[in-house]
């Protein structure tokens, strides 16, 4: 795959293509606006950092990158469900995306923004999981803004169901020193208590483990006083659901792919389409959700 790779790609000066010798290609993209860090397996961003700024995303030490098991960090794409699959206790957490080997179809420069197109992994695997008929295509643009763009076409003869997130991990200076700002007053699903409903009263801080599915995508100003800047997140209306995670210590701990402190600086902060914001998506029909991530320097 990778000679494929550099016979199409090899002339591109923002493009580096690597292929470490378990054969998962990855991808360093460096334009005058941002460099970044992908990988093919799961075409999953692992790094951003845009001119002037530290790499915006976390990315476990301890993760694998060799295709062996799902990497811990940047963002990975979960699809076409979130969480624990339906109604198969043996299918994979989070779907089939994040651990396929996904295709470069082409990587073009738009003045400093490096724009890269991928296609995901195809029906067959689907038809296993009872999602026949689902196409996915991610488009990701680098640049002063990260944007991400993953299309489903629903190419089948059946109505397809479909949960999905943009699982971002952002690092984070310190995570009881981080406010996230846009919830206030929404509610959310308590994942840590039997999913139960609340309200969520001003920003969302962290003292403990926190899982929860908000009711809204909002735009979302992630507030890091340590690293002094704010990052922040739209979905263009593409989603109506934010879920936010943090492990916390114990959970840390259990994670074999993350240091035992590994959660005192990172958030997710996951662009979604899950619980009542699951998509119906009609033969032929198609649905993007959008993550525009964006970050600035705290002035106060
Ligand atoms: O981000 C929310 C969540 O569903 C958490 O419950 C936690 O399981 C996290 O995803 C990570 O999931 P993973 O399968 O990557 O360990």
Redesign the pocket.
Known sequence: MHQALAKKFGHLPFLTIANPANGVPTLKISTPAATAGMSLFGAQVLSWAPRDHQNVLWLSPSTSLDGSA?I?GGI?VCWPWF?PHPEDPSAP??GIARTALWNLDSATLDDETAILKFSGPQAPSQQSLGQPGLQLSLGVRIGEILDLALTTTNIGTQSATLSQAL?SYFAVGAIQHISIDGFDKSTYLD?LDDGRTKQQSGLVQFEEEV?RIYNIAPTTILRDPLLSREIKITSQGTSRST?I?N?WSAKSQR?DDMPDDGYKTMV?I?TANVAADTIKLPPGASHTLRALISVATLTD
């Open positions: 799902p811990r990975p969480g957490a989070h699982h994942k899982d879920v995670w492990p994670l997710c996951e």
